[in-house]
């Protein structure tokens, strides 16, 4: 099986920073694309930012300039800095990543258990 594990998350004021984190782990051959996404309160889950194996990155408007994501594939392991924090920006923050496992390698969406943000005014 495979697990995606985030941390990083918490309350911080208006201008601050937090960095989340999410590692991969398990039986796991390859992964693909890794995301972000987050889902405030009576909101649809929207994605905050993406990243490909190879370290391309996509942002949603709303928070380009502000957040970069970065991966190390070495460990399996997808990361947000997050800068200039709005409170607008709280949320629940949820990772995702396309994983390729099992001898068919067959490539499987995961998702992390999400990790709140709050950024108070």
């Known amino acids: 099986q495979v697990q995606l594990v985030e941390s990083g998350g918490g309350l911080v004021q208006a201008g601050g920073s937090l960095r989340l984190s999410c590692a991969a782990s398990?039986?796991?051959?390859?992964?693909?694309?890794m995301r972000w996404y987050r889902q405030a309160p009576g909101n649809q889950r929207e994605l905050v930012a993406a990243?490909?194996?190879?370290?391309?990155?996509n942002y949603a408007d709303s928070v380009r300039g502000r957040f970069t994501i970065s991966r190390e594939n070495a460990k399996n392991t997808v990361y947000l800095q997050m800068n200039s924090l709005k409170p607008e920006d709280t949320a629940v923050y949820y990772c995702?990543?396309?994983?390729?496992?099992?001898?068919?390698?067959?490539?499987?969406?995961?998702w992390g258990q999400g990790t709140q943000v709050t950024v108070s005014s």
């Open positions: 990243i490909t194996n190879g370290g391309s990155a």
């Open positions: 995702n990543a396309r994983i390729v496992r099992g001898l068919e390698r067959k490539m499987y969406d995961y």
């Open positions: 398990g039986s796991i051959f390859s992964i693909n694309a």
